[in-house]
């Protein structure tokens, strides 16, 4: 059975650093590609990156380049999505998803994980 | 790259069929047979419900259907149930090589 295991919630203060993970299992995870997808309280689903465990090539939205960074364990089957500072307008749900490519559907998401930033 | 059009809400009655619009441009709806919508409660993650502008998983009912003209991609959901009631979104490929989702709409069953 595929699934996608997230790291639980997180409190965080503005400035601080924080790395959360997305473990893969049932499938071989070096042949699907990873995206990360951030939902804001009450609002809409917004597309951030992805990455391809097995090169591992990686591309961003536009407006998520350079204020996250996303990347993969291979050997733990892992990948990860961080942030150097936080902002309060990070808050959010945050959301992995497994795709065949990058051009396709997700079949396959994690249960998400909430990130707080508050001071 | 902006986020698609879509509706904010639409509604129906249970057994009526709806449809939900969702406008990009050339550069993604427009330009590849890559959309994708999904449907999603309260509380929970996504579920995809239509891949490939077309396509159907096995485990979604054939009530759901997506079709495409030009720069706007269309979900249609026929006889309606009040378990149908949540936000859809639709995605897209885009010529960055990256996706993009639409506002979402929230359906509501009257």
């Known amino acids: 059975e595929v699934q996608l295991l997230q790291s639980g919630a997180e409190v965080k203060k503005p400035g601080e650093s924080l790395k959360i993970s997305c473990k893969g299992s049932?499938?071989?995870?070096?042949?699907?590609?990873i995206a990360w997808v951030r939902q804001k309280p009450g609002k809409g689903l917004e597309w951030m990156g992805i990455?391809?465990?097995?090169?591992?090539?990686?591309r961003y939205s536009p407006s998520f380049e350079g204020q996250v960074t996303i990347s993969v364990d291979k050997s733990i089957n892992t990948a990860y999505l961080q942030w150097s500072r936080l902002k309060a307008s990070d808050t959010a749900m945050y959301y992995c998803?497994?795709?065949?490519?990058?051009?396709?559907?997700?079949?396959?998401w994690g249960q998400g994980t909430l990130i707080t930033v508050s001071s | 790259q902006s986020a698609l059009t879509q509706p904010a809400s639409v509604s129906g009655s249970p057994g009526q069929s709806i449809t939900i619009s969702c406008t990009g441009t050339?550069?993604?709806?427009?330009?590849?047979?890559?959309v994708s919508w999904y449907q999603q409660h309260p509380g929970t993650a996504p579920k995809l419900l239509i891949y490939?502008?077309?396509n159907r998983p096995s485990r979604v009912s054939d009530r759901f259907s997506g079709s495409k003209s030009g720069n706007t991609a269309s979900l249609t959901i026929s006889g309606l149930q009040a378990e149908d009631e949540a936000d859809y979104y639709c995605?897209?490929?885009?010529?960055?090589?990256?996706?993009?989702f639409g506002g979402g709409t929230k359906l509501a069953v009257l």
């Open positions: 995605s897209s490929y885009t010529s960055n090589r990256t996706r993009v």
């Open positions: 050339s550069s993604d709806v427009g330009g590849y047979n890559f």
């Open positions: 490939d502008v077309y």
């Open positions: 049932g499938y071989t995870f070096t042949n699907y590609w």
């Open positions: 990455i391809y465990p097995g090169d591992p090539e990686s």
């Open positions: 998803a497994r795709h065949v490519s990058p051009d396709s559907g997700s079949l396959y």
